[in-house]
């Protein structure tokens, strides 16, 4: 139970902090809503607990207690804990829905585009520091429309490498100051 008490106490930390950043990162993920939502939608990240129920910003420790309560014979038969934050995942949803499931390949990469986009000017608003984004490939399953949406998604003041076999990835991002493509990556694959 002493090591249930200060287990618990260091999850929910970094439950806040995640329910936190989550907040965070969802909101800039708004900003791109009006370019991506005719695209592919609405999107949105939350946590997936693993074993365990969230609800709000404040974990309850009690009910915490009583699930490691309710699971400790089968953790000590496995050897090994089955609840907590180490065990979360997060959701990604498309329109409410989860997209896993509902989104297709061209969908689900411009999601993760999106995302990372928003975690880099997150970033670069909390902390002043400029990301360097490194994008190996991603654009492969996207034809030339979506990769123009990904091309205005991205914010000069970073620096971008792109790695692509796609030469036609180099002609239509050439003007873009901030970018650099490998070339190597290009003649190792191919192209």
């Not at 990162?25 to 939502?37: F, K, P, Q």
């Not at 993760?112 to 994008?135: C, N, S, V, Y």
């Amino acid at each position: 139970e002493y090591w249930d008490t200060r287990y618990i106490a260091a999850m929910i930390k970094v439950m806040i902090y995640r329910h936190r950043y989550l907040q965070l990162l969802n909101d800039e993920l708004a900003l791109y809503r009006n370019e991506l939502r005719l695209v592919i939608g609405l999107l949105g990240i939350s946590a997936q607990p693993t074993g365990y129920k969230w609800m709000g910003a404040e974990p309850d420790m009690d009910a915490l207690k009583e699930a490691l309560r309710q699971i400790r014979h089968r953790e000590k038969a496995i050897q090994r804990s089955m609840l907590g934050v180490h065990l979360d995942d997060y959701a990604i949803t498309l329109d409410d829905k989860p997209m896993k499931f509902y989104g297709s390949q061209g969908q689900k990469r411009l999601a993760i585009i999106a995302i990372k986009m928003a975690h880099a000017r997150l970033i670069d608003r909390i902390t002043h520091i400029q990301p360097i984004l490194l994008f190996d490939d991603v654009m492969a399953e996207l034809d030339d429309q979506n990769i123009q949406l990904v091309k205005g998604l991205i914010q000069c003041p970073y620096q971008v490498f792109i790695a692509s076999p796609n030469d036609s990835i180099r002609r239509m991002w050439n003007d873009l100051p901030c970018l650099t493509i490998d070339h190597q990556a290009m003649h190792h694959n191919g192209s």
